[in-house]
Structure formats: structure tokens, C-alpha cells
């Protein structure tokens, strides 16, 4: 049995969800008959409009690679081609954009993809008073579906 050190953090992973993979199938299934359809009705047939299969093949390749951990040591972040690490002595502060959250570095900024506005807090305690504490989010529940009374 092996039990896991307390007081460490672990690293944050955030990604696309799993369900973004469902808009590739829905591409695919769009860019088949184009890539592999005859201009006349004929046999199926392998023309220069095969090409078009990269696009969903792209399309994997970024789902399954845009991402950013972050840890005790610092933040990385994966684009689609190339990563960036940088440590938490690097960064300023965070900053926030309408729904996008960027790292202010010496340098400039970077954006942090697929983090949202409320896992900031998460960062903040993972960055090991790095960052100011935030207070955790405050969920926002969906409108009751009641019925309105008629005056």
C-alpha cells in the first residue's frame, strides 16, 4: 500500500472536454463525400479533393494536443505545434481578457488554453502563494423552470 505525501500539490491538467472529438465525427462525416464523391455520379475515386480528409486529422491533433499543466515548479503550456515551460518566478500575475486567461511574463503574455476564469483559484493554490489566494467560485445554479403567475 502506498500512500501519497501530504502538504504537495499536484499538477492541474485542464483540456478540451472528450466531447470535442464528437465535432471531428460530424466533420468527417461532411468532408467524405467531398473528398472521395466523383463529379458525375460514378464509382467513388481518389482524386487531388482527397486532401480534404486532413482537415478532421487536424482537427484530432488539436483536441488531443492543446493543453496546459500546471504545478508546483511552474506552468506548461502545449499547443497544437510546440510547448512553452515556464516557472513560477517568470510570471507577474495573470490576467484576464473576456473568457481568456493569460500569464504575464517579463516578455509579455501567454494565453493558458482551456483555462477558464474559474480555475483560477485552483492556480492559486497550486502555485504555492505565488499567486493571491482567491476565494473558491460560487456556483451559479440554472433559472428554476416553474411556471410564472398571472396577475
Given at each position: 500500500m502506498s500512500s501519497k505525501p501530504t502538504g504537495v500539490a499536484p499538477t492541474l491538467r485542464f483540456r478540451l472536454p472528450r466531447s470535442a472529438y464528437l465535432a471531428v465525427l460530424f466533420l468527417l462525416i461532411g468532408v467524405y463525400p467531398l473528398a472521395l464523391g466523383s463529379e458525375y455520379g460514378g464509382p467513388v475515386s481518389w482524386t487531388w479533393r482527397a486532401?480534404?480528409?486532413?482537415?478532421?486529422?487536424?482537427?484530432?491533433?488539436?483536441?488531443?494536443?492543446?493543453?496546459?499543466?500546471?504545478?508546483?515548479?511552474?506552468?506548461?503550456?502545449?499547443?497544437?505545434?510546440?510547448?512553452?515551460?515556464?516557472?513560477?518566478?517568470?510570471?507577474?500575475?495573470?490576467?484576464?481578457?473576456?473568457?481568456?486567461?493569460?500569464?504575464v511574463l517579463k516578455d509579455g503574455a501567454i494565453r493558458l488554453p482551456c483555462v477558464r476564469i474559474s480555475d483560477l483559484t485552483a492556480i492559486a493554490k497550486v502555485s504555492g502563494d505565488r499567486l493571491p489566494k482567491l476565494a473558491d467560485p460560487v456556483p451559479k445554479y440554472a433559472p428554476s423552470r416553474r411556471s410564472r403567475r398571472r396577475r
Open positions: 486532401v480534404l480528409l486532413i482537415i478532421p486529422v487536424l482537427a484530432v491533433v488539436f483536441i488531443a494536443r492543446t493543453a496546459t499543466f500546471v504545478g508546483p515548479p511552474g506552468v506548461r503550456v502545449r499547443a497544437t505545434f510546440g510547448s512553452r515551460t515556464f516557472g513560477w518566478n517568470d510570471i507577474r500575475g495573470l490576467s484576464v481578457n473576456d473568457r481568456s486567461v493569460y500569464a
